[in-house]
């Protein structure tokens, strides 16, 4: 159950909205968790007798996709003291930018940072942003071969141990892979505010759900997977 102040701001966040909040939240959760556009998201709605426009889906996800990502980043428990760090390039509107991604040895993704160049300059950058968010310097660090890692490992984590062998940062490198086929499934990022502001959401989502489901009995996996969706029940609505 929410304290008076949750409920407060559950009111305020969902005030002067035509649909109730459940239905909203229902929505963002959909899009965020599943491969599917607004206009698929529409469909289910009628199925239930809910009839919303996908530009309507659209806004909610906007508006609330953040709002959701930063409350589960709060509640998350830590990424252990390996990252595993990438890039790989990203064209919107015809131009190549670079989506910097950060993950542990779990699968989980620490951070995302999507930025024009992948220079020294944004290396530093991308790893100042991580330290800040994420509460004190990793015991080691993994990357491929690019220079710019160098810089920033040498500049700000000096003792940090900083692994560029073959083969080692293939975690990270295959970690892109879903986030190709959402991109694939959106036709492409329209803006770099769009789509960091969805990879973000997306990725604390994902790290909901990361259950290690080929490591666990099938009984304790559906006990785990009852226990995340009261936890994203519970951040959604508060």
């Known amino acids: 159950m929410c304290d008076n102040s949750g409920m407060k701001n559950s009111l305020t966040l969902y005030k002067r909205h035509q649909f109730p909040s459940e239905i909203i939240q229902y929505t963002v959760r959909l899009y965020h968790r599943f491969n599917l556009s607004h206009r698929d998201i529409e469909d289910l709605l009628a199925e239930r007798g809910i009839v919303v426009t996908h530009e309507s889906i659209r806004l ?22 390996t990252f595993f760090l990438d890039e790989v390039f990203v064209k919107i509107q015809g131009k190549q930018r670079y989506l910097w991604r950060a ?3 779990d699968g989980e993704v620490i951070d995302t940072f ?15 942003r991580l ?19 160098n810089v920033a490992h040498r500049e700000l984590i000096p003792d940090t ?6 083969y080692a ?17 959106m036709r492409r990022f329209k803006s770099m505010i769009q789509a960091q502001r969805f990879l973000e959401a997306y990725a604390a989502v994902s790290n909901l759900f990361n259950l290690s ?11 785990l997977r009852q226990g995340v969706l009261r ?3 519970k951040v959604t609505v508060t």
């Open 60 to 81: 909610w996800c906007n508006k609330f996709g953040s709002a959701y990502a930063k409350k589960l980043r709060r509640q998350h428990q830590g990424y252990s003291d």
């Open 103 to 105: 993950i542990n040895q």
């Open 114 to 128: 999507l930025q024009a160049r992948r220079d020294g300059k944004v290396a530093k950058r991308f790893l100042q």
């Open 131 to 149: 330290l800040r968010n994420h509460g004190g310097e990793p015991r080691k660090i993994v990357t491929d071969k690019l220079r710019s890692y």
């Open 161 to 166: 141990i900083h692994d560029t062998s073959q």
């Open 169 to 185: 940062n293939n975690r990270a490198e295959l970690s892109h892979q879903q986030t190709r086929v959402r991109e694939r499934g």
């Open 213 to 223: 489901r080929h490591l666990v009995s099938a009984s304790d996996y559906r006990d």
């Open 231 to 233: 936890l994203e029940k």
